[in-house]
T-cell receptor, first 115, second 117 residues
Framework: AQKVTQAQTEISVVEKEDVTLDCVYE???????LFWYKQPPSGELVFLIR??????QNEISGRYSWNFQKSTSSFNFTITASQVVDSAVYFC????????????FGKGITLSVRP | GAGVSQSPSNKVTEKGKDVELRCDPI?????LYWYRQSLGQGLEFLIY????????KSGLPSDRFSAERTGGSVSTLTIQRTQQEDSAVYLC???????????????FGPGTRLTVL
């Protein structure tokens, strides 16, 4: 069975602070995929990143960066110099590396960035 | 191009009535998924369609829930004899993935907020 744990439920920061959202996963698959999605107040889930289990390189996209560590089964997400527009619920998700690619989501982290 | 669209955006119904929720996937996407988002359960997988293959219905919570996908495109999720615990946001997603091909990313629609009174 697959499981995703996002232990942080709510985080509040002041604008321009850096913030890291934690994600820990469990799977018995050797091939799998990890995702982060953002859900702003409008409600639509927005895809941020996909990472497969064979690629442990960290990734940076603008103010966003992701740290994938198989040794600790973690896929953490850092927002640098946070902005008010980053306020949203962030979901980490896991999928098996096969044709049936249903996602298992964590409970989500509500991030509030105050001006 | 257009993203995943869902209708209606909001649906209020009375307990015991049937409801139909519609999803239009991104054009050309062969895989379609339904998820449910509720306060108590978070985001849960319901059902998955992939091309002409039999759907994966393993996430449907009861036999009151069913879904179909006509012509490999539009999908309808039907909930019969609705209960108050069915109140949730129902999300549809689609992806380009084809059987045997590498996993592709799921793109989500805006959801249908269902309220059962």
């Amino acid at each position: 069975a697959q499981k995703v744990t996002q232990a942080q439920t709510e985080i509040s920061v002041v604008e321009k602070e850096d913030v890291t959202l934690d994600c820990v996963y469990e799977t018995r698959d050797t091939t799998y995929y990890l995702f982060w999605y953002k859900q702003p107040p409008s409600g639509e889930l927005v895809f941020l990143i996909r990472r497969n289990s064979f690629d442990e390189q960290n990734e940076i996209s603008g103010r966003y960066s992701w740290n994938f560590q198989k040794s600790t089964s973690s896929f953490n997400f850092t927002i640098t110099a946070s902005q008010v527009v980053d306020s949203a619920v962030y979901f980490c998700a896991l999928s098996p590396g096969e044709a049936n690619s249903k996602l298992t989501f964590g409970k989500g982290i509500t991030l509030s960035v105050r001006p | 191009g257009a993203g995943v669209s869902q209708s209606p955006s909001n649906k209020v119904t009375e307990k015991g009535k049937d409801v139909e929720l519609r999803c239009d996937p991104i054009s050309g996407h062969t895989a379609l998924y339904w998820y449910r988002q509720s306060l108590g359960q978070g985001l849960e997988f319901l059902i998955y369609f992939q091309g002409n293959s039999a759907p994966d219905k393993s996430g449907l919570p009861s036999d009151r829930f069913s879904a179909e996908r006509t012509g490999g495109s539009v999908s309808t999720l039907t909930i019969q004899r609705t209960q108050q615990e069915d109140s949730a946001v129902y999300l549809c997603a689609s992806s380009l993935a084809t059987s045997g091909a590498p996993l592709d990313t799921q793109y989500f629609g805006p959801g249908t907020r269902l309220t059962v009174l």
